[in-house]
C-alpha cells in the first residue's frame, strides 16, 4: 500500500472540515493521515474532536509571540517536525504570512463558503444572501498571498432560496464543504492536481 499523505491540520473553532476529513480517513475514502492539529484558540471545539479521535494537537496562542513572522515561524517549525507534506486550512481565522506560504508552496489548501473570486474574507455566505445571487456554494483552493485569491481545485454550487438567511445558506453549503474538501485532499494524494498559474489541472 501507498505511503499515506501526512497532513496538518489548522483550526481556530468548531472543527466541522476537520471531523469531516477524519471521518473520510476513518472510512477509507481518503488515503491520509493527520500528525498534528494546530489551533490558535485553546478553547476550539475542534481540539475535543482531535482528543476524541487521539490525534496529536498543539495550541499556538496569538499573544505569546510578538509578531505574526514569529508566530508563523513555529507554525512552520511544528509542521515540519512532524513531517507534514500538506497543510489544511480548516476554519483558521488568521492571515497566513508569505514566510508561511513560501515554506509550504503549492502545498497548503483552503476551502471558502462561497464561489471564488464571488465574495471572499469573511462572511461569504452573509455576502451571497445580501447580494441577492441565485448561486452560492463553496471553493477548495490552494493558497497564494492574496485573501481567497489562490488557485480553484474544486467548487460546488448550491441554490440560494428567496427565503434564505446567512445561516441556512450556510448549513446548505456546509453540506458541500464536508463533501469536496475531502476530495480535493485524495486528489492531492493520488498525484492529480497541477498548477499551472492560475488554473488546477485535474490530472486523468
Do not use: W
Request: net charge neutral.
Amino acid at each position: 500500500m501507498a505511503d499515506l499523505l501526512k497532513l496538518g491540520v489548522l483550526i481556530s473553532g468548531n472543527g466541522s472540515n476537520l471531523q469531516s476529513i477524519i471521518d473520510h480517513i476513518e472510512k477509507g475514502s481518503l488515503q491520509a493521515v493527520i500528525k498534528i492539529i494546530i489551533s490558535n484558540n485553546p478553547d476550539a471545539y475542534g481540539l475535543s474532536r482531535a482528543k476524541k479521535h487521539g490525534i496529536p494537537f498543539v495550541v499556538l496562542k496569538n499573544g505569546n509571540f510578538k509578531n505574526k513572522e514569529d508566530f508563523d515561524a513555529e507554525l512552520v517549525r511544528i509542521l515540519k517536525d512532524n513531517g507534514v507534506e500538506l497543510v489544511i486550512l480548516a476554519g483558521f481565522m488568521r492571515i497566513i504570512s508569505p514566510d508561511f506560504i513560501k515554506a509550504f508552496s503549492g502545498k497548503i489548501m483552503n476551502i471558502h463558503p462561497a464561489l471564488l473570486p464571488s465574495f471572499p474574507g469573511l462572511h461569504g455566505q452573509r455576502q451571497a444572501v445580501e447580494y441577492g445571487v441565485k448561486f452560492s456554494g463553496c471553493t477548495v483552493h490552494f493558497v497564494n498571498e492574496g485573501v481567497d485569491t489562490g488557485p480553484i481545485i474544486i467548487q460546488s454550487a448550491v441554490p440560494v432560496l428567496d427565503d434564505d438567511t446567512e445561516d441556512t445558506l450556510a448549513a446548505r453549503i456546509l453540506k458541500e464543504e464536508h463533501r469536496i474538501y475531502p476530495q480535493a485532499i485524495q486528489l492531492f494524494a493520488d498525484g492529480k492536481l497541477e498548477i499551472k498559474g492560475r488554473k488546477v489541472r485535474i490530472k486523468n
